[in-house]
């Protein structure tokens, strides 16, 4: 045996040196590679007992592109070689790759890195001014997008750098300095991306853009394992990885945060200041200031590599979602850099080919200069971080708005989801003592919280309530509002002037944990409203469970003991009849165990006291739903995502997913519902919308969204017209408009992100659930659906003056209000439902998402 393993062991010894012999075409020996390694840094003497990266993963870096747990290797190995590197797991990806973090400084600054973090977040919240011999503490970020990973690879090398250089330059550094380097901000993608890459390399580098390697298939490496685009989760923390990223900034508060991205193949290099115009008002003009400060060393460096670059074009500083602007509401100094990418390992540009290992040079080199342009700012930087808060105390008191009030409603867990996230973001809040009557809202003190405006995350909280709709600059880079209480369609209010003194705080009461100990095997059903969040996730929990359930098309009320309850219509009813309910109870207490539990009551007579009978035929079987969403190439990865997200980790279904390639061979008769996003469907069969168009009439549930709705549409399933884009053309006066005005008059056209109100009919399935009549959507495209003239299908309409917040020119505005937001159609047994807008935007928009559940499993009342 152990002359098997000895062989065995020799066999694999050769078989990975000749692999290795055969890769590293460009190195002929092991010192050479570590060479190679090195000609990207600034030349001196380098610590030898240091390993460069070249000699933990074999090859020189930009030979291949780099895995994460290849990352992780090097990283590890790093921080047992240096005493100035120390390695942290933060947290784990969706698919359990762990979330790095180094923290690099030198011996001084080791030993006492807790009180240096301590007093340095003391003094922030205490306002004093900072010592001049405080370390600077940066946040360098790369590669969130997994398929720009010059970020990553120069991250390898700037670890290195930093634990291993000698010169007086990093040894002044890491004295001054803490830096925290978190080279692979989103695993998932990376290992993605570097798998598709690697994969089509050859010993020739092909440069061909129509080559299939700088062609990646869908899902691309950009996004998380749901297909989420991480730089835009900073805010909404839908995702472990922001999380866990959020955690260490407010553990830290840098100074100085880096965010380092690639863009197309035919640009140069971007930094930091973005478009000046383009800013959020909320961030101090100083952070502007310090930042083009600092973009000085960044064109000098690449001036001294002969590097074409460009600033304040393109690329705004506006959504504090993001990874270089979320740090701007904090006093911190975000920066973005987009290097020009190769996509692979070589490929084309007008610029001439652009290859990997360049890529990787310019992200070292600004990385660098960010280093040393922040230290020779350094007195700057810390004063301003200071004055960023004694600046918000100034606008706190001369701000009209002391505080928001917001109400929980009847959906617990919705609200507890919007606190976490306020909590993540240290936004304090309070229960509110006595019910109060404010702008004709009712605020019950038993659901209500105030969050007060008078704390240090008082830019954060104005930007998560903003109604603003003027801006001075009209086009957006992304969204132009991201209002917590609107994406999670809560009650709130502004409370101005003299109406603080209405507010009283306290503690807050909240509803109390809903118990279980009340259910009875003797009822005869178990009975659960529909508002909870977590409503279709029980319910997905119990059909798959076996359990038979009915869902009610009315509302009914029951007398139980000296109580009488009400049941909306949606609610879901457990018959005795059907189930053992003592198993039941049990499967209830596993569910809360892990969830949490909604409100589930006792009914103890099929004659209730009013509304329909437990034996009423408007109280129908719920079936076990089969859902098939429609995604790959030609579809929205992002939307097809977040339906995704939404179902596995909100509701707990197990979707099916089919690339659009393949719709034509498969039997849709197995499922109940097929789910279609935003996509280009031109290549669709008419043989397989013959087979789709059966399917509904035989009974099927076809819902789709944004684009996908103009499909439907043209193909007559529901009976709406699409405004044309002439439509939307004519109604932009161009007649005096000059060339220079054509990207404004696009921006114009378009609806990037806003928040717009509409009228729903509550009594409708597809609405059950919903507490109001008035339900905030998000609109982040400028498709219009007209009315028709089919009673009962046009739902949801835009009101009236219907944008709430963010901008829209008011040509859009016009076109939009009366227009349709979502659409019911039945068609034969089967039914079409439509949303005009993305009912998921991001996994935050809460307010809407639980959408989807009522189309699945409320559809066999629509029919």
Same mark, same amino acid.
């Given at each position: 045996m152990l002359r098997f393993i000895s062989s065995f062991a020799m066999i694999f010894f050769i078989s990975t040196s000749l692999q290795a012999a055969s890769v590293l075409s460009n190195s002929h020996s092991h010192t050479n590679i570590k060479k190679a390694d090195i000609e990207y840094l600034p030349a001196g003497e380098y610590d030898p007992n240091i390993p460069t990266p070249a000699e933990v993963l074999g090859y020189t870096v930009g030979t291949w592109h780099v895995r994460h747990d290849q990352l992780v290797n090097y990283m590890t190995v790093l921080a047992e070689r240096s005493d100035r590197v120390s390695f942290d797991v933060i947290g784990y990806t969706h698919e359990q790759r762990p979330l790095m973090l180094l923290t690099i400084t030198n011996d001084e600054n080791r030993g006492n890195l807790d009180k240096i973090r301590a007093e340095h977040i003391q003094r922030l919240s205490d306002g004093a001014a900072a010592n001049e011999d405080d370390p600077l503490i940066f946040y360098m970020g790369y590669s969130v997008h997994g398929n720009e990973p010059s970020g990553s690879n120069a991250a390898l090398l700037v670890a290195y750098y930093l634990a291993a250089s000698q010169s007086e330059e990093v040894k002044a550094l890491l004295a001054e300095s803490v830096v925290l380097l978190d080279p692979s901000m989103n695993p998932d993608g990376l290992s993605r991306f570097a798998q598709w890459a690697n994969?089509?390399?050859? /010993?020739?580098?092909?440069? *061909? %853009?129509?080559? =299939?390697?700088? =062609?990646?298939?869908?899902?691309?490496? =950009?996004?998380?394992?749901?297909?989420?685009?991480?730089? =835009?989760?900073?805010?909404?923390?839908? #995702? &472990?990885?922001?999380?866990?990223?959020? @955690?260490?900034? #407010?553990?830290?508060? &840098? #100074?100085?945060?880096?965010?380092?991205?690639?863009?197309? @193949? *035919?640009? @140069? /290099?971007?930094?930091?200041?973005?478009? &000046?115009?383009?800013?959020?008002?909320?961030?101090?003009? @100083?952070?502007?200031?310090?930042?083009? $400060?600092? $973009? %000085? /060393? #960044? $064109?000098? $460096?690449?001036?001294?590599?002969?590097? &074409?670059?460009?600033?304040q074009e393109r690329f705004d500083d506006f959504y504090y979602g993001k990874g270089s602007t979320y740090p701007d509401a904090h006093g911190s100094i975000g920066i973005l850099f987009e290097q020009a990418s190769s996509r692979g390992h070589k490929q084309a540009s007008i610029n001439g080919d652009v290859d990997f290992p360049r890529t990787i040079q310019n992200q070292v080199t600004t990385s660098l200069s960010t280093f040393k342009g922040s230290l020779a700012n350094k007195k700057a930087i810390l004063a301003y971080q200071q004055q960023f808060y004694r600046d918000t105390q100034k606008l706190i008191k001369d701000d009209d708005v002391h505080g928001y009030l917001v109400q929980q409603g009847k959906d617990n867990t919705r609200f507890k989801r919007m606190l976490s996230i306020l909590e993540a973001h240290r936004i304090s809040w309070r229960g509110i003592s006595k019910d109060i009557s404010f702008d004709e809202l009712e605020f019950d003190s038993a659901q209500s919280i105030y969050v007060p405006l008078n704390q240090p995350q008082y830019r954060l909280i104005r930007s998560l309530f903003s109604e603003r709709t003027q801006f001075p600059d009209n086009t957006f880079y992304d969204v132009s509002n991201w209002n917590i209480a609107l994406a999670f369609n809560l009650q709130y209010a502004a409370i101005k002037g003299s109406d603080k003194r209405k507010v009283k705080v306290s503690e807050y009461a909240g509803r109390s944990e809903n118990m279980l100990s009340h259910l009875s095997q003797d009822a005869v059903a178990f009975a659960y409203n529909w508002y909870d969040y977590n409503a279709p996730k029980l319910t997905q929990y119990l059909l798959e469970a076996g359990i038979k359930l009915r869902v009610s098309g009315k509302p009914f009320s029951s007398k139980e003991k000296n109580a009488t309850l009400h049941f909306s219509a949606g609610a879901i009813t457990v018959p005795a009849a059907d189930n053992d309910l003592i198993s039941v109870i049990d499967l209830l207490q596993a569910f809360k165990n892990v969830n949490g539990m909604i409100p589930i009551q006792n009914i103890s007579s099929g004659f209730t006291v009013d509304g329909i009978d437990m034996g009423s035929p408007s109280i129908l079987p719920l079936k076990a739903p089969s859902v098939l969403l429609v995604g790959g190439k030609g579809t929205s990865q992002y939307e097809i995502g977040e339906i995704w997200h939404y179902l596995d980790t909100r509701v707990g279904l197990a979707a099916s997913l089919i690339d659009l390639s393949d719709l034509a061979n498969v039997d849709i008769a197995e499922y109940s519902h097929l789910v279609f996003a935003s996509g280009n469907y031109a290549s669709v069969s008419s043989t397989t919308k013959d087979k789709l168009q059966k399917w509904i009439s035989n009974g099927g549930v076809l819902i789709g969204q944004r684009t996908a709705v103009k499909w439907f549409a043209k193909n007559t399933w529901l009976k709406n017209k699409v405004l044309s884009d002439d439509t939307i053309d004519s109604a932009f006066d161009t007649s005096k408009l000059a060339f220079e005005d054509k990207a404004a008059l696009q921006a114009n056209k378009l609806v990037a992100g806003a928040v717009f109100e509409t009228i729903i009919d509550r009594s409708h399935p597809l609405f059950f659930g919903i507490e109001r009549d008035k339900l905030p959507v998000f609109k982040t495209n400028n498709f219009i659906l007209d009315v028709n003239d089919d009673p009962f299908t046009d739902i949801g309409i835009y009101t009236e003056s219907p944008l709430m917040g963010g901008f829209a020119a008011p040509q859009m505005q016009d076109l939009i209000e009366k227009s349709v937001s979502m659409n019911v159609t039945p068609r034969g047994r089967g039914v079409v439902i439509s949303f005009v807008d993305n009912i998921h935007f991001r996994g935050y928009w809460d307010g809407t998402n639980k959408l989807m559940a009522n189309a699945i499993y409320m559809s066999e009342l629509m029919k």
């Open positions: 994969m089509h390399k050859g /010993y020739n580098l092909v440069s *061909d %853009k129509q080559h =299939r390697e700088h =062609r990646e298939h869908w899902p691309s490496g =950009r996004t998380n394992h749901y297909w989420f685009d991480l730089n =835009r989760d900073w805010l909404l923390l839908t #995702h &472990p990885e922001s999380q866990a990223r959020i @955690t260490q900034f #407010h553990k830290w508060r &840098p #100074h100085i945060l880096t965010d380092f991205h690639e863009m197309g @193949t *035919d640009s @140069t /290099y971007f930094f930091q200041p973005g478009v &000046p115009s383009r800013k959020n008002p909320l961030t101090p003009d @100083t952070n502007v200031t310090l930042t083009t $400060a600092l $973009a %000085k /060393y #960044h $064109a000098n $460096a690449l001036d001294n590599d002969k590097q &074409p670059y460009f600033s």
